[in-house]
């Protein structure tokens, strides 16, 4: 193993399970204080893309159904109380949130390990998946590849600080 690439106790908790629960509503918290944050700098929800940061986490470490649960829960909460995201664009995140949770937790469940090609390879499938999945809706590429175009340094931060968060949380 490489230094980027680190064998890991992935979990794949079930809805049966409190602790699925417990876990994703800590998720979920993350996935709205973070937004809240990043919205203080102009664009920051639209260059940083923190709404995905913690699905990913939680997808990872604890498997696609807590990750699911934050996928789904996470926007919408902050739709409904924040307004943010505006409810004409939450189809779109959803779905790359869902996409998120579901390939996180199958590539952690597979590979067994947090490599940092892994993260990469999860972020840009989501992207690659939900940008045809939004051009598709909307008609429009260029909304489809805003979040590459943009949202480049959320992209970044969603690797680099996912992987650095999981690593983290596997030795805790």
Not at 11 to 39: E, R
Not at 110 to 139: N, P, R
């Amino acid at each position: 193993m490489t230094a980027t690439e680190t064998k890991a106790t992935l979990y794949s908790l079930n809805y049966s399970d409190a602790k699925t629960y417990m876990v994703a509503a800590l998720f979920i918290a993350g996935n709205i204080i973070l937004p809240q944050l990043c919205h203080m700098i102009p664009d920051g929800g639209y260059i940083f893309l923190p709404i995905y940061f913690f699905t990913l986490v939680a997808a990872y470490k604890y498997g696609w159904k807590a990750g699911l649960l934050t996928a789904i829960a996470s926007p919408l909460i902050n739709s409904a109380v924040f307004g943010m995201p505006a409810p004409a664009v939450l189809p779109i995140i959803l779905i790359k949130s869902a996409m998120l949770a579901m390939i996180a937790g199958l590539a952690a469940s597979y590979f067994k390990k947090t490599a940092l090609v892994l993260f990469a390879a999860v972020v840009l499938s989501y992207q690659i998946l939900g940008g045809l999945a939004e051009w598709a809706i909307t008609g429009s590429l260029a909304a489809a590849l805003q979040d590459f175009k943009l949202g480049f340094p959320g992209i970044l931060i969603q690797i680099f600080g996912g992987w650095a968060v999981v690593k983290y949380l596997i030795r805790k």
